[in-house]
């Protein structure tokens, strides 16, 4: 097949290590994922991880189809976007601190699919992540099969990585007997997840 129509090797390697960096990196969304595993368990917080996935995945499609222009023409959107996204990690912060580590946590307490779906496409920095991705890697000879390429780039390699981070989680929750102990890192895990959050939206130019 012609390399007219994929993309080129060396070109993915390096899709594959910025994906690796923009999406295995701390972050809100691995924080949350790790504290909700440590609190219940990795299979219990899989819904939330799935809607995480899944609130990236429509994002980066309007953002292939020209979202991002729209809202760069409307800069007090995400202006708005911001204050829409703290707050949201600051009640996901309070449902995990709320959350105490116990044998059997009631499932009606645990963040599931709608609570994680809402943490990308609130977050300016996910738009600007993939607007760099975009931008880096999507050419526009093959612009639907490099869009679909990162598309699915994100979504395996990116839920492997957001998978590792759940799966810590659970390892530290069932390898720690000390309650306290596991009561202490759940809450700075969800102080660390708004002290990111603060800090990627400050990097994000107005």
């Known amino acids: 097949m012609s390399s007219d129509l994929i993309m080129p090797l060396a070109q993915f390697g390096l899709l594959a290590l910025f994906v690796s960096a923009m999406v295995g990196s ?9 504290a909700n595993s440590m609190s219940f368990g990795a299979r219990p917080a899989l819904p939330f991880m799935l809607g995480t996935m899944s609130g990236f995945q429509v994002i980066y499609w ?3 189809a020209g979202l991002f222009a729209l809202l760069k023409a409307a800069p007090e959107v995400f202006d708005v976007l911001r204050v ?3 707050g949201y990690i600051l009640y996901l912060a309070w449902v995990i601190v709320r959350s105490p580590v116990q044998a059997g946590s009631k499932s009606g307490h645990i963040p599931g699919y709608g609570r994680g779906f809402w943490v990308h496409p609130l977050n300016p920095k ?7 991705g975009i931008s880096q890697f999507v050419s526009a000879e ?5 869009a679909l390429i990162l598309s699915l780039t994100f979504l395996l390699l990116g839920g492997f ?14 390898n720690t007997g000390n ?9 700075a895990l969800a102080g660390l997840m708004v ?3 603060i800090l990627s939206l400050q990097m994000i130019p107005a």
């Open 26 to 34: 701390p972050g809100p969304a691995n924080m949350s994922l790790m």
């Open 62 to 64: 309007l953002n292939v």
């Open 84 to 86: 829409l996204c703290l």
């Open 126 to 132: 996910a738009y600007a992540m993939q607007i760099a």
């Open 142 to 146: 093959r612009y639907f099969a490099d």
């Open 161 to 174: 990585l957001n998978g590792l981070w759940l799966l810590a989680g659970s390892w530290i929750r069932s």
């Open 179 to 187: 309650i306290g102990l596991l009561n202490g890192l759940r809450i």
């Open 195 to 197: 002290g990111a959050t």
